[in-house]
């Protein structure tokens, strides 16, 4: 049902039956290295380009998760999916080879959000019965769209973020799975479990408007997007009559460390104090020390594939029993910053709890 | 509820309440010419680049088809918006004057489709209350995005299509119009309808998936997307047990006169013979012999401005009681084009009949 101003609330909870992680060499090499399900030993992953790496990323993220939700591919209704390329071409060469009916999601990097909150709708309100969600970004493709040939070797200023190369898919479903191995497995064995306990559930969250603030930079998104993650947690707060001491984690997408500061700053100035509560995927994907990373990760694939491989093993095994999970994108384009337009940014909410 | 393999059916129909077109100068001067509700002069309107001309159209739109919804934009809980410009920034600089919660949706020249479906979704379950749909295209933005500087002025085979400078909004409610005006005063004045009888209804329709034939022709949108709607529509048949005798009318997006046959064709050997049913918005829009259309509109505007300005016109006026409208699009982008890729395609099916 809606709720207050721009939210929803599923008063039937959608569940999370599967979900996985995909991603590149770096990533692999990084705090959450051994969480995720794949890691690739190039960021070609076998293909010609680079955005068919990335085709290749969102097919494998989709397979694993319906596996590992006991299910094959046909048994999904509906895909939701989405990319930062020009006309969404990771997603839909991706996508093309399951031959399920797709609906592609433009939301920048704030779309894995987009596509939960799409994809519960559609599961709550029995139009679908089985529905997969799916973003991802690759590193080079992305570099390729909007920045700079990578063998010019610019120079990037510690405000820049460094565009994750990963893809996290999720299977949404009303009912719990169809089981099979027993929980004490399921419990041994956290990223192959075939047990009949969903990993999670979605059961609410809020839709976020575009709020630009007149920013520039594109070598410092997180200060571009720091105000829309303001304004959607505040937005769902209000809506819910909820306060940070509501939630286990409030999680942003990619931020990094600039936008923390930023996004902090702007809600303490509306009355509330996330500082102890926010954790940021962007920053704990890379180790910028070691890895020359500067702010953080970004990237549609950034949130999605930390939200597979460390936020729902969290809620899962019971560290954190409701979370705020606000991916946050950037509407940034070759032509809107050529043409000297400032950068807009959005940010949607997701309620994820413990079954 | 979801229905067979693709669909959906919606047993509480979600009321078209208010809808607007506006169009460029040469769509103005075209066969449709005085059914939109606004046309521009020039098709810069008022702004300083093309991009941001796009943007106004959608900004327009969306507000001509809440005022004739009798409604204000604040009014609004949610808006499903989309164009074919990479990053849709067309929608995103544009909606963002509202401040109302986005979904942005990228389905190519399909998108128009595909806002109308997740619109149906989110108003049938209850998600939000009035929900808008806007897609856009405009022929200079779309030209750049994808081929040749104007400037150029390259030769163009005959079946290429012509993009459309349009844009069609369109808001959906559960509940009837609020009322005002008499029924009689409606029917002179169909432009500006206050009274309590909504435009239209949508009570299902059919998701796409991506069709790849192949083909690698970008003068050639109609034949690569063909496969797409004839894909979609079979499947629509299969879902509902319906043929072709249950629709007043079975329109694609923009086919064009190339695609047409195609789409006949494929039909045809399926088991259905939709000859006498069909049209095409980008058939209806030019005039191809005075305005050197060749195989006819396309753009996220084309079926979109038409859908506003001609057929929902029809149903409301009792000539048509069902329609199956079919936007098609396809994935075509600069970097697949010239990385050798083809162009896969999709179509969404929505069911509109007379309330």
């Known amino acids: 049902m809606h709720r207050g101003k721009q939210s929803i609330e599923l008063t039937n909870p959608v569940y999370i039956i599967g979900h996985a992680s995909v991603v590149g060499s770096k990533e692999g090499e990084g705090p959450l290295g051994k969480l995720f399900d794949m890691v690739g030993s190039d960021d070609m992953f ?3 380009s680079w955005e068919e790496a990335e085709s290749t990323l969102q097919k494998d993220a989709v397979y694993l998760a319906v596996k590992k939700a006991g299910l094959n591919v046909e048994d999904l209704d509906l895909i939701y999916a989405g990319d930062l390329l020009g006309q969404s071409i990771a997603s839909a060469f991706g996508i093309k080879e399951y031959a399920i009916p797709l609906m592609g999601v433009f939301g920048a990097c704030s779309t894995c959000g987009e596509t939960l909150l799409l994809g519960s709708m559609a599961v709550a309100g029995g139009f679908a019965n089985k529905v997969a969600c799916v973003t991802s970004s690759h590193f080079a493709s992305a570099e390729k769209e909007f920045r700079y040939p990578l063998a ?3 120079q990037r200023p510690l405000s820049a973020t460094w565009t994750v190369t990963g893809s996290g898919a999720f299977v949404l479903a009303s009912q719990q799975k169809n089981g099979g191995e027993t929980e ?7 990223n192959a479990c075939k ?5 999670a559930m979605i059961v609410g969250g809020t839709i976020g408007r575009v709020v630009d603030f007149g920013l520039k930079d594109s070598f410092n998104m997180g200060a571009c997007m720091a105000p ?4 959607t947690i505040f937005n769902h ?3 819910f009559q909820r306060t940070p001491e509501d939630y286990d984690k409030i999680i942003t997408g990619d931020l990094g460390n600039v936008g923390q500061k930023i996004l902090i700053d702007l809600l303490r100035e509306k009355g509330f ?3 102890q509560k926010h954790m940021d995927c962007g920053m704990e994907i890379f180790n910028p020390d070691k890895q020359d990373t500067h702010a953080g990760g970004s990237g549609c694939g950034c949130c999605a594939s930390t939200l597979s491989a460390l936020i729902l093993r969290n809620i899962k095994e019971g560290e954190w029993k409701r ?5 946050t994108g950037a509407w940034f384009s070759k032509t809107s910053y050529n043409e000297g337009k400032a950068v807009p940014a959005i940010a949607h909410a997701v309620v994820i709890e413990q079954v």
């Open 195 to 199: 047990c009949g306990k969903p990993d």
């Open 323 to 327: 979370v705020l999970f606000v991916p």
């Open 273 to 275: 104090d996330i500082s």
């Open 237 to 239: 707060f209000q809506d």
């Open 46 to 48: 076998g293909a010609e």
């Open 184 to 190: 004490d497995q399921c419990d041994q064995q956290m």
């Open 228 to 231: 829309a993650a303001a304004d």
């Open 152 to 154: 010019y070797g610019s």
